[in-house]
C-alpha cells in the first residue's frame, strides 16, 4: 500500500499568515492527490483534486502543487473559516490512502 | 446541486450485518467512480472501497476484504455498501463519495455488544 505522511501534524497561524501544508508518498504517484477540509462535526469538504484543481466554489487563496511523490497545500491568507483539519488523499492506486491530517488552529 | 445522502446506520452487534445505501442527485452517476470513505470516533479518515462506472471492478481495504461489499445501481443512482461479520472496530461514520466531487453527510455504524 502507498504510504502518505503528512506535515505537520498541527500548526498555529494567525490571520492574513501563509499556510503550507506537506504530504509525502511512499512512491511516486504521478499527480493523483486530493484535498480535502474538514471541521469539527462535518463532512470532509473536497478542496483541490489531481494536485491543482480547485473544486467549485473553493477560494482562490487555495493552491496546490507537486509531483512525483511530494505535495504541498498552500493558503495564501488564512481567513478565520479556514481554521479546520486538512487531509491528503491518493488515487493513484487502490486502496486509496489517506494521509493523517493537519489542523490548523488560531494563534 | 450535485448531492449525495446516506442512510442505513444504526447500532448492531459484533458479527452482525448492515446494508448501508446512498443516493445520489443532479449528476450523471453512471460516469463516475463512486467510494465509501469511514472515519472512526476522533481519528482520521479511511478509504474502505470504490466501485467503477459500470460495476464490474471493485476495491477494497484489507480490512474489510471478504466481509464488505460494494454495489451500485446505476438505474437507481444508487450506491451500496453491504457489511457482514462486523467487528467493534468497523464503528465509525460511513461517508458515500463521488471521483473528484461531492462526499454525503455521512451514516454513523456502532457495532457494541
Known amino acids: 500500500d502507498i504510504q502518505m505522511t503528512q506535515s505537520p501534524s498541527s500548526l498555529s497561524a494567525s490571520v492574513g499568515d501563509r499556510v503550507t501544508i506537506t504530504c509525502r508518498a511512499s512512491?511516486?504517484?504521478?499527480?493523483?492527490l486530493n484535498w480535502y477540509q474538514q471541521k469539527p462535526g462535518k463532512a470532509p469538504k473536497p478542496m483541490l483534486y489531481?494536485?491543482?484543481n480547485l473544486q467549485s466554489g473553493v477560494p482562490s487563496r487555495f493552491s496546490g502543487s507537486g509531483s512525483g511523490t511530494d505535495y504541498t497545500l498552500t493558503i495564501s491568507s488564512l481567513q478565520p473559516e479556514d481554521f479546520a483539519t486538512y487531509y491528503c488523499?491518493?488515487?493513484?492506486?487502490?486502496?486509496?490512502?489517506f494521509g493523517q491530517g493537519t489542523k490548523v488552529e488560531i494563534k | 446541486e450535485e448531492h449525495l445522502v446516506e442512510s442505513g446506520g444504526e447500532l448492531v452487534q459484533p458479527g452482525g450485518s448492515l446494508r448501508l445505501s446512498c443516493a445520489a442527485s443532479?449528476?450523471?452517476?453512471?460516469?463516475?467512480?463512486m467510494n465509501w470513505v469511514r472515519q472512526a470516533p476522533g481519528k482520521g479518515l479511511e478509504w474502505v472501497a470504490n466501485?467503477?462506472?459500470?460495476?464490474?471492478?471493485?476495491y477494497y481495504v484489507d480490512s474489510v476484504k471478504g466481509r464488505f461489499t460494494i454495489s451500485r445501481d446505476n438505474a437507481k443512482n444508487s450506491l451500496y455498501l453491504q457489511m457482514n461479520s462486523l467487528r467493534v472496530e468497523d464503528t465509525a461514520v460511513y461517508y458515500c463519495?463521488?471521483?473528484?466531487?461531492?462526499w454525503g453527510q455521512g451514516t454513523l455504524v456502532t457495532v457494541s455488544p
Open positions: 463519495a463521488r471521483d473528484r466531487g461531492p
Open positions: 443532479a449528476f450523471t452517476f453512471s460516469s463516475y467512480w
Open positions: 466501485i467503477n462506472p459500470d460495476g464490474s471492478g471493485k
Open positions: 512512491q511516486s504517484i504521478s499527480g493523483s
Open positions: 489531481d494536485t491543482s
Open positions: 488523499q491518493q488515487t493513484y492506486r487502490a486502496p486509496d490512502t
